[in-house]
Structures are given as structure tokens and as C-alpha cells.
Nanobody, 128 residues
């Protein structure tokens, strides 16, 4: 069984920075593609960022590109989402997700259906 435990959500002001963490149980984290998604009230769950197993490939939604960095530490079984210059429209529940082998390569990393395991979600609120 794979468990994803998230931390780092908070209430912050516009312009602040925040780092979210997602620790994954098990010894095979280094074989998981990872992603971050977010869901604002009344809206669908949207793609934020994705990272390959080695960290050599990353992808970002246009809405966060240049402000957000996804990175991973395979030694700590953890993926991070560093968010800078936060805006009120970044307010949402953020979810990390894992894509284990065999990878669903026919599905874009930007789609939630690519991922098999999900964290519990963490609230990020950005006040203006």
C-alpha cells in the first residue's frame, strides 16, 4: 500500500512564498512520476506541476510557470512544490499524486487519471 502524506499548507499574504511537501511511503518512490494538482471551491481539480522519476523533466501549468518549482529528494521519499509570488487566485486545496510503474504513458501527466495514488490534500489560502 502506498501512502502520500502532505504538509505545508497555510494562510499567507499575496507575494509570500510557501513550500508544500509530500512524503511517500515505501521503498520505490524513486520509480514514481509525481504531480501536484489543486482544486479551488466549486472548480475542477487542475494540474499544477509534474516531475519525472529522476527529476530531469518537469512540467508546469501556464498559470504558475515562473513562480512555482517542483523538485524531489529520492533519498527522503519526498516531492516538494515551492511556490513564490503567491496570488489570491492560487487559493485552493493542493494535492500531490503518484504515477507508479507501469506508467500510464498514453495519458498526459497533466491529467489526474494518469495518477494512481493521492495525498490527503492541504489548504493554501492567499489573502490579498
Amino acid at each position: 500500500q502506498v501512502h502520500l502524506v502532505q504538509s505545508g499548507g497555510a494562510l499567507v499574504h499575496a507575494g509570500d512564498s510557501l513550500r508544500l511537501s509530500c512524503e511517500v511511503s515505501g521503498r520505490t518512490f524513486s520509480s514514481y512520476g509525481m504531480g501536484w494538482f489543486r482544486q479551488a471551491p466549486g472548480k475542477e481539480r487542475d494540474f499544477v506541476a509534474a516531475i519525472s522519476v529522476t527529476g530531469g523533466f518537469t512540467d508546469y501549468a501556464d498559470s504558475v510557470k515562473g513562480r512555482v518549482t517542483i523538485f524531489r529528494d529520492n533519498g527522503k521519499n519526498t516531492v516538494y512544490l515551492q511556490m513564490n509570488s503567491l496570488k489570491p487566485e492560487d487559493t485552493a486545496v493542493y494535492y500531490c499524486a503518484a504515477d507508479p510503474p507501469p506508467y500510464r504513458t498514453t495519458i498526459s501527466r497533466r491529467l489526474a487519471s494518469r495518477y494512481s495514488y493521492w495525498g490527503q490534500g492541504t489548504q493554501v489560502t492567499v489573502s490579498s
